[in-house]
């Protein structure tokens, strides 16, 4: 079936420091969301992105699609541990109505 | 707006009982999903719904039902719980406008099957 791979798995980094996540598909994309999980919470829409080489920003965060829509990241200036979470992205399932597939998401730690 | 609920918040059952994990939303949303989390696995559909009276199955459908008898309403029922579904459980729903459809999750119900 239609898979994201989303890497890295895990990041730690102390506050301050920059975050990357990325994630690749191996098909074409229609489009792709972001969600955020902090502990113990449900996933949280962020972003939606949808058009070849699109970039879009939430203050410290910055949101890419590629020129292929095979792929997209997440980028996080100056973490703080506000931002400490799961970040997943998610493709829409073609043969599922409206529901997701979702990458396995990477667990963001920041320490002081 | 209450958004998407789900009961019970915890369960703890024994294994070859069964129950119904409720989910409801009030948002009018025609699509509705059920997944579950697992360490390490991300968000895994169950089933989904894109109307009441429709449902169908997603990546991991084994040993849970669904219906959808109302837009509010879409119950995920264990026919007889095992150790292997023990999870965390998401109840999701969405609607669509232009190409955006977002999906906006329940609180979650965690399960733990003995």
């Known amino acids: 079936g239609q898979q994201v791979m989303q890497i890295p798995q895990y990041q730690h980094v102390q506050e301050g420091e920059d975050f990357t996540t990325y994630c690749n598909s191996s098909t074409t994309l229609s489009n792709i969301q972001w969600y955020k999980q902090r502990p113990g919470g449900h996933p949280v829409f962020l972003i939606q992105?949808?058009?070849?080489?699109e970039v879009k920003k939430q203050k410290r965060l910055t949101f890419q699609f590629g020129e292929a829509k095979k792929n997209s990241s997440l980028h996080i200036t100056a973490t703080q541990t506000t931002d400490v979470g799961t970040y997943f992205c998610a493709m829409r399932n073609s043969n599922s109505g409206y529901a997701l597939n979702f990458g396995k998401g990477t667990s963001l730690l920041v320490t002081p | 707006n209450a958004g998407v609920t789900q009961t019970p918040k915890f369960q703890v059952l024994k294994t070859g009982q069964s129950m119904t994990l409720q989910c409801a939303q009030d948002?009018?949303?025609?699509?509705m999903s059920w997944y579950r989390q697992d360490p390490g696995m991300g968000l895994r559909l169950i089933h989904y719904?894109?109307?009441?009276?429709?449902?169908d199955q997603g990546e991991v459908p084994n040993g849970y039902n669904v219906s959808r008898s109302t837009t509010e309403d879409f119950p995920l029922r264990l026919l007889s719980a095992a150790p292997s579904q023990t999870s965390v459980y998401f109840c999701?729903?969405?609607?669509?406008?232009?190409?955006?459809?977002?999906?906006?999750f329940g609180p979650g119900t965690r399960l733990t099957v003995l």
């Open positions: 992105l949808v058009k070849s080489g």
């Open positions: 999701a729903s969405s609607y669509r406008t232009g190409n955006t459809d977002t999906q906006y």
């Open positions: 719904s894109v109307g009441a009276g429709i449902t």
């Open positions: 948002m009018n949303h025609e699509y």
